[in-house]
């Protein structure tokens, strides 16, 4: 978390409000390395035989796009909210594939907040999450749900 001078806090976050980050660039070996450990699937992990698929060659996992999309989200974001962990996410979607040398970037809008009814002192914080391309395409959406700290108590 940033300093406390700096830190947004429940009270701070704004339905409606959108934040526009990023760019991180898919690197090759990086997607190779990763779909061999996580999602061996040809056309993650094997250049030849991903020639030979409906993709005409290699793209990043869903799950590594989403890695980079958090990391992203974490440096940009949550670094400076006071985030208290997140209990899951909803409409994962991958829409485009995503290929080595793309330039990722994330824009996140709030949709929701409400302050919790069992623990005063964090409230919710619903937000919908896309990944862009360096084209401005949408790659992978999703909808996100974070529990923040409140700096006043109800």
């Known amino acids: 978390m940033g300093d406390a001078t700096t830190m947004q806090y429940f009270e701070d976050q704004k339905v409606g409000s959108v934040f526009r980050f990023g760019s991180i660039m898919v690197d090759e070996q990086e997607m190779m390395a990763f779909a061999k450990r996580y999602d061996p699937q040809v056309f993650h992990a094997d250049p030849e035989a991903a020639r030979k698929t409906a993709f005409g060659g290699l793209i990043a996992s869903g799950w590594l796009t989403g890695s980079l999309a958090m990391r992203l989200i974490v440096e940009h974001r949550l670094s400076r909210v006071a985030n208290f962990g997140s209990p899951g996410i909803d409409e994962v979607r991958w829409w485009k594939p995503v290929r080595s040398g793309d330039m990722l970037s994330v824009r996140l809008a709030i949709l929701e907040t409400r302050r919790s009814q069992s623990k005063p ?29 409140c700096r006043n108590l109800a």
Do not use: F, H, P, Y
Request: aromatic share 4%; glycine share 10%; proline share 0%.
């Open 121 to 149: 002192d964090r409230g919710i914080v619903k937000s919908s999450i896309e990944v862009l391309n360096q084209s401005g395409e949408v790659v992978m959406s999703w909808k996100g749900t974070n529990i923040v700290l």
